[in-house]
């Protein structure tokens, strides 16, 4: 580890930002949610049978950076997205939070998540997988400059909808 960015980062600073932007996203307050993200932010949920995979080069469920991630939020606001209206209801669970390495000024950390998702006149749903996280601090801030969503299930279809933030 870069011992200088590894001073000055904590998995329990890790934690609380993984924790605080599980309640943002429950709650469904996307716009505090993007504080949490850099400005050149990327939020991947690759295929699967292929969790390393490039997204230039590989079908990802969703490859977004930071311009498609503001109007996913403009869209789920909407009302008149039917795919989220009535909100469906979530509850993110967070655990195995971890470090993973630092290279010059990014912190890499992973964790693991169940995602519930209730939904009027639909069936429960839960997402389990885990989290890869590329972090760095801006003005002093942890912030997250990539997050890679890698579901454990072997048929996505079952699953239905991923419309929501995962």
């Not at 600073?13 to 924790?19: A, K, N, R, S």
């Not at 590329?134 to 909808?161: C, H, M």
Request: hydrophobic share 45%; aromatic share 10%.
């Amino acid at each position: 580890m870069n011992e200088m960015v590894a001073a000055t980062v904590s998995r329990a600073e890790v934690e609380d930002l993984f924790y605080l932007e599980a309640d943002l996203l429950d709650s469904w307050r996307l716009d505090d949610w993007l504080q949490l993200l850099t400005d050149d932010a990327a939020y991947y949920v690759p295929p699967n049978d292929k969790p390393d995979a490039d997204a230039r080069y590989t079908l990802f469920t969703i490859a977004d950076d930071i311009v498609r991630l503001r109007e996913r939020v403009i869209r789920l606001k909407d009302p008149n997205c039917h795919a989220e209206f009535p909100l469906s209801r979530t509850r993110r669970m967070i655990g195995n939070v971890r470090i993973a390495g630092v290279d010059g000024e990014v912190i890499s950390a992973a964790a693991n998540f169940i995602v519930h998702r209730f939904r009027h006149n639909d069936l429960d749903r839960v997402f389990v997988g885990h989290y890869r996280y590329k972090l760095r601090r801006v003005g002093g801030r942890l912030k997250i400059a990539e997050r890679r969503a890698i579901l454990d299930a072997q048929q996505l279809g079952l699953l239905g909808s991923v419309s929501f933030i995962l």
